[in-house]
């Protein structure tokens, strides 16, 4: 592997600072620029897009370790933490959710015509990715009080039992 310039590595270095002192939900631009950063190392491009996507502080670190020619640290595995969340934060997001899946079951039920595989019944949307107008932990919270159900893939759904919450 080629070296790279040093004020390269120390632009990763400092985003890296960055990304890890700022707020998850406000680290989207330094995301971003940390991207651009890394397609300039010459970094492959599908590791990045794993790196990004996924938001992997720990992956990032590594990759930047590697660009500066030290070797990866093995991965600590680290217990999930939990996060108390709010009753009245998770109430709001429960109505925020409850909201955009109304709204996007209502978009399914205004289209024209219904498929011919379907046998004339509408379809029905069960399950969303959640708003990202809150954190992943309020989600998760909310799915092990039993306000939401886990889908698989970041998808949650509204519980049936969950129709008439009292909080």
Known sequence: MAT???QLLKELADKLATIEASDAAMAGPHWGAMHKLLL????DPTAIMRLVASRDVGGLRNTIAVLRGEPPVAPQM???KRVEVDAAVMQEA??????????????ADSKLGVGPMSGGQRPRI?????PREFPIHVWEALADAG????????FYGITDE?????W
Do not use: N
């Open 94 to 107: 429960l109505r925020v959710f409850r909201r955009r899946l109304k709204f996007a079951q209502l978009d």
């Open 4 to 6: 790279l310039p040093d």
């Open 78 to 80: 680290e217990a999930p």
């Open 126 to 130: 069960r399950s969303m990715v959640p």
């Open 162 to 166: 969950d129709s008439d919450v009292h």
């Open 147 to 154: 306000k939401l159900r886990r889908e698989g893939q970041g």
């Open 40 to 43: 300039k190392a010459k970094v």
